[in-house]
Every structure is written in structure tokens, then in C-alpha cells.
């Protein structure tokens, strides 16, 4: 009875096969997905295949479908034109353009030199330079950057920073005051007052403490104790409704 059921369904499976089958064109192959695909070197024009007409200087495209043009060309209008290297040129890496050599930079065209001012250098890439450590671009030359007493070269080397203990003005380092109970902070460029002092103009005055009250955690202030809220300049028992 199963044979009886499955010959009918084989053989009309098996029509359809050899139905699709013969639709397939010259230069063409079933693809795993049921359809016709071209040949490698042909493309699909309508239900055909049509060879591909590769240009001079071209070959065939991955999977063989399409044409690009060989190292050292390009493409323009269908066609692979010469790439066109001026002198002190050379072929990029993807072979349709080309780049100047080191110290030459791209000028309408043509590759020209890099001049170079003095106290300066070529950069990574060859294709324009920076100053040397010391030195800031000024225009089209690198100019020595002035260092007062007291200063040094910054890490980038085209500026300068103060020692700590000084502090930039203008184009000198001035000493930093520190009054009694202050000192340096971090930075070097400023001040601060110890624990229990604040600042007040340039001197460190010290902090009057009111009736229970405590210094804060900054140490420049006042809190109150626990059970007091703080009320101006004191502090009083907190409110219990």
C-alpha cells in the first residue's frame, strides 16, 4: 500500500527535476537552491548567459563574475587606463593610485619636495614636518621657545611650565608666598592653610571654634556635634518635635 502511495509522488519529483533541469541555459549550472546560475567568465543577460568581455589590461572578478582592472591601472569608462606616477612617485598599495615619497608632498598632481625648516624634522609619514624638541612652529619656521628662571620644557617640548613654587605669569615664573600655617599644594602653583586654619587674602587665620562644634572633614571648617544644628556662627540643641 506505502509503494503503491510513493510511486505517484517519485516519479511527478523526478518530472519536475528533469523540468527545471532542461530550462538551463548554455554556460550555466543549478545552483544548490534550485535556480540556474552562469557559468564562471559569463554573467546573466535575460535567460542567457553572455560571455564577459574582459578589457585589455583587466582580468576576471572573484567568483569569475565581473572584470577588474590589473595592478598599475584603473578604470575609466569601461576601460583600464595606465595609472600615471609622476616623478617621485610610487604605485600604492591597492594599485589604482599612487603616493608620494617620503619628503615629497601631492601638489596639483605632481609630488613636490618638503622643505624643511631649520630645526625641524621630517614627520612618521614623510609628508610634512614638525619642530624640533625646544622649538614651536612660528609660521613656516620653528622659533626657540623662551624659558625664564625658574621654568623648564613642558613634555610636549613646544612650551614651558614653572618649578613648584613658582607660578606662571606672562612670560616669567613669580615665587608663590606661602604664609605661616599654609603650604604648597599639589600642583606647586598655589597655596592652602593647614587643618584648622582657613584662608583669609594671603594669610591663614585660625579657625575660632564655637561650643559644640568640631572641625569638618576638610579641616578649613566647622561642623556641630551631634544633638546641636548649626545656627550662624553657633551651634544650638536640635529641635525635638
Known amino acids: 500500500m506505502l509503494l503503491r502511495l510513493l510511486v505517484p509522488l517519485l516519479t511527478a519529483a523526478a518530472a519536475v527535476s528533469f523540468a527545471t533541469a532542461a530550462q538551463v541555459p548554455a554556460h550555466a549550472h543549478q545552483s544548490p537552491y534550485g535556480n540556474w546560475v552562469c557559468d564562471s567568465g559569463y554573467q546573466r543577460a535575460g535567460e542567457a548567459c553572455v560571455v564577459i568581455a574582459v578589457p585589455a589590461n583587466a582580468r576576471l572578478g572573484g567568483g569569475g563574475n565581473g572584470w577588474k582592472c590589473n595592478r598599475g591601472y584603473r578604470e575609466v569608462d569601461g576601460a583600464c587606463a595606465a595609472v600615471h606616477i609622476p616623478p617621485n612617485g610610487f604605485l600604492g598599495s591597492g594599485g589604482a593610485d599612487w603616493e608620494c615619497n617620503r619628503g615629497y608632498r601631492e601638489v596639483d598632481g605632481q609630488c613636490a619636495a618638503i622643505s624643511v625648516p631649520p630645526n625641524a624634522f621630517l ?78 587674602g594671603t594669610s591663614c587665620v585660625l579657625l575660632p571654634l564655637p561650643m559644640y562644634a568640631h572641625l569638618d572633614y576638610s579641616g578649613n571648617d566647622w561642623a556641630c556635634n551631634s544633638g546641636y544644628d548649626r545656627y550662624e556662627e553657633t551651634c544650638r540643641p536640635s529641635r525635638r518635635d
Open 123 to 200: 614627520n612618521a609619514r614623510g609628508r610634512d614636518w614638525e619642530c624640533n624638541r625646544g622649538y614651536r612652529e612660528v609660521g613656516q619656521t620653528c622659533t626657540a621657545v623662551a624659558i625664564p628662571a625658574n621654568g623648564y620644557l613642558d613634555h610636549a617640548g613646544d612650551d614651558w611650565q614653572c618649578a613648584r613654587g613658582f607660578r606662571k605669569t606672562d612670560t616669567t615664573c613669580a615665587t608663590v608666598s606661602v604664609p605661616a600655617h599654609g603650604f604648597l599644594t599639589d600642583r606647586g602653583d598655589d597655596w592652602a592653610c593647614e587643618r584648622g586654619y582657613w584662608r583669609k
